[in-house]
Nanobody, 120 residues
């Protein structure tokens, strides 16, 4: 079974930093794009940052200059370095992988989510 597992969330004070990881496990050939999304209470899920297999990145305006997305294709792992965190960054952060090629099909996957809480 192919799955994504996030780690690295937690509680941090405003101005602090956290690093999230998303590791893909199971039997698959390759992953196309990957991205981090977040969902705050009462709000819709939104894209935070995305990265293609080649390393091209895209960020939400609200995190530009503070967050950095990266990936290690050899380890099938994506990272999100979050600096200068603000209380409004508080949310559940989800990892997404699209174009995951398995023996049976090509699919999109979501992780289970990791909570990030920034206190003021």
């Amino acid at each position: 079974q192919v799955q994504l597992v996030e780690s690295g969330g937690g509680l941090v004070q405003a101005g602090g930093s956290l690093r999230l990881s998303c590791a893909a496990s199971g039997r698959f050939f390759s992953i196309n794009g990957m991205g981090w999304y977040r969902q705050a209470p009462g709000k819709q899920r939104e894209l935070v940052a995305a990265i293609t297999r080649a390393g091209t990145t895209n960020y939400a305006d609200s995190v530009k200059g503070r967050f950095t997305v990266s990936r290690d294709n050899a380890k099938n792992t994506m990272y999100l370095q979050m600096n200068s965190l603000k209380p409004e960054d508080t949310a559940v952060y989800y990892c997404n992988a699209d174009g995951v090629r398995t023996f049976l099909d090509t699919r999109d996957l979501w992780g289970q989510g990791t909570q990030v809480t920034v206190s003021s």
